[in-house]
Each structure stands twice: as C-alpha cells, then as structure tokens.
C-alpha cells in the first residue's frame, strides 16, 4: 500500500450493529477506504447509523451496497450469514474479497461457500473483541484495539487475498491469527460459548428461585452475581445462533464441564478443603496471565469507583 493511498477503493459493512459499526468506525480512523458503504436490512438501524455519520453511504439493498466493493464485511449474526449471501452474490465485484466477524466460523464458510461467484475470494474471521451491547450507537473505533482477529482461510486460499484481509485488521487495530475453522470453534466453545452459557444459566436459575426472592437477587447482586448478569446480557439473537451452529464443540466442552463440576460437588460434599483450594489457587493464575497478557486491566472488581 502506498502512503496515503487506501487499502481499498471501496469497502462494505452488512450489518450495522455493535461489531458492524465499530468496524466502519476504525475504518474511517485507519482510513482503509477510498469509501465506505454500510448497509443493514433494519431501516431504523441504519437510519441511526446514518444520524451518527459512521459511513459515506448507506443502505438496506444488500446488493446496491456491495457493488464495486473489494471487500465486504458480514457482521450480522451468525444465522443470518446464508441469506445476506444469496442477497449479495449477485452484485459482487470480481475478486471481491468476502469476510465476516460470526463468532462461529465452520458453519459460517459452510452457509457462504455455495452460495458465492468462483471469482470472490471467502475468508471467514472473527475479531475476539466486543461488549454485552447491541446497535450502532454502542460501537467505538478502538474495539479491535490490542485485540485478537482469528481469520480462518480455507485450503487453497488466494495468498494476495489473504495477505490483504490481513493487513485490514491490522490497521483496525488488531493482531491477526490463522486458524483452522473447526479449531477455532472448539476454542471458542471453552473461552466465550461455554462460559455464556454459564451465565445464562445462573441468572436464569436465580430468576426462578421461590425460596430466594427475585428483590433479594437484585439487592445481593454484588455478592458476585452482578458479574454474570453482564454477559447475561449479551443480544438473544446472536448468542441463539451461536448455540444452534456451534453444536458439536459446545456441547463437547460442556462435558467436560459438568465432569469438573461434579469433581466440585464431591469435594464440597466430602469436605475436600485441598481440591477446592487448590482449584481456586490455579484459577487466580489464569486471571494474572490474562492481565499479564494486556487481555484485561488489573484494577479491583474491573475498575468499578470505589471511595477509599
Ligand atoms: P447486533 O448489534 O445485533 O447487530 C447485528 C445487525 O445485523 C442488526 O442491526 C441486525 O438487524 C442486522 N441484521 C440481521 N439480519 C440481517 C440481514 N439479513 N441483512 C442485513 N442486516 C441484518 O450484533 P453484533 O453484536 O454486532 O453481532 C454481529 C456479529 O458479530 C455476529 O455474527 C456475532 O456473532 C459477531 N460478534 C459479536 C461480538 C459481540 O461481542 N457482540 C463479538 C465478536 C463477534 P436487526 O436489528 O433487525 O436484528
């Protein structure tokens, strides 16, 4: 790329969302498009995308959008991949490059391969970046800042189209890894899928608790369960198609899951004071590592203000 000259003439964003908006946002940042087109099938969305000037065009014709483009970005969810494909497919521009965020990626590439133009060239990815926020006013430009972006190639995959997608996400802001799609489900089963649905769970079974009422629930939050109702609060949609096209690592991980689970259960029930001390001992670990690995801040309780 030569200084001052765009990564692309042209770019487009299908969905204009949380992920979607943050990404047209650090386009515009890293000025990677001569423009930059975004489209999503809700008028109001994107009639508030367009409010909060985040494009140079917008759309809800899929097929308007991406004409011309040399990259499209998918970011919508995950169920919702096939049909902005068959919408799409017609309007695409040769060797359009094809990509999206879906935090699944197998399925992903399974819904979108058939349906496009031998010319495009599809490179799933996902940015291991968000919030428990949905719509395009909850979008920042620095999201993918000092974050991981798993792209997920398939054999045979067009080097230059590659290496191009690649140099995108890096002047979004992250550092970019290449996986094997079906890898990359069963990692992301055990570091986001399982521990969402964990957290769906606990506030589910606390919401339907007689003994405990629900205003007791709430006023004792900051006992530890206030934490979980965050990603509990994660968008339904996204995180339904997550669950439905993610299947086989989820439920897989979910087994060894409740195996440690039970492990627990039996520690407590026998007395075990050792095995639950030395679980705790580990886990405290993981957390310094990932604080260590700049994953997250090291402030109390996630930087929540607290009087001296
Ligand atoms: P979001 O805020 O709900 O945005 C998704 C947008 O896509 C919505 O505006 C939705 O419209 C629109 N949409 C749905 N179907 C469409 C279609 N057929 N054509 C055009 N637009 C359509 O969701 P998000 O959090 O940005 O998630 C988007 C994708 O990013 C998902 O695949 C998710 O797995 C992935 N991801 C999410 C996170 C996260 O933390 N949220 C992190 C990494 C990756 P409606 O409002 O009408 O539904």
Redesign the pocket.
């Known amino acids: 790329m030569m200084a001052g000259t765009p990564l692309f003439d042209r770019i487009t964003i ?8 943050s990404v047209a946002r650090a386009v515009r940042r890293g000025k990677l498009a001569g423009h930059l087109a975004l ?4 008028e109001e ?1 994107i009639k508030e995308a367009e409010g909060l000037g985040i494009a140079d065009s917008f759309h809800t014709s ?1 097929v308007e959008a991406v004409a011309g483009s040399g990259l499209v970005i998918l ?4 169920g ?2 096939a ?2 494909g068959v ?1 799409m497919a017609p309007g695409l521009a040769e060797g359009a490059i094809i990509s ?5 990626k197998e399925s992903v590439f399974g819904a979108l391969e058939p349906l496009l133009p031998a010319h495009a060239h599809l490179i799933p990815g ?7 926020q ?3 006013a ?1 979008g920042f430009a620095s999201l993918f800042d000092g974050r991981w972006c798993i792209l997920t190639p398939p054999e045979g995959v067009d080097a230059d189209a590659l290496e191009t997608l690649t140099a995108f996400w890096q002047g979004l802001g992250s550092t970019v890894e290449i996986m094997e799609a079906r890898h990359h489900d069963l990692v992301l089963a055990i570091t986001s899928h399982v521990p969402h649905l964990i957290a769906y769970n606990i506030v589910g079974t606390a919401s339907d608790l007689e003994e405990v009422t629900r205003s007791e629930v709430i006023k004792y939050s900051a006992g530890g369960f206030r934490d979980f109702t965050r990603i509990a609060a ?2 339904p ?2 995180w339904r ?2 669950f439905l096209n993610n299947k086989d690592a989820v439920l897989e991980m979910l087994g060894r899951f409740s195996e440690d689970l039970t492990a627990l259960q039996r520690a407590i029930r026998w007395g075990d004071g050792d095995a639950l001390f030395d679980l705790f001992t580990r886990t405290r670990e993981i957390r310094r590592r990932i604080i260590d690995a700049g994953q997250d801040d090291a402030k109390a309780d996630f930087g929540r203000p607290h009087e001296d």
Do not use: R
């Open positions: 299908i969905g204009a969302g949380l992920i979607g908006s489209a999503d099938a809700n969305v899929v970011a919508v969810p995950v919702a991949m049909s902005v919408a999206d965020v879906g935090s699944v996902h940015p291991v970046a968000g919030t428990e949905s719509g395009p909850a994660s968008d949609t996204m198609d997550v």
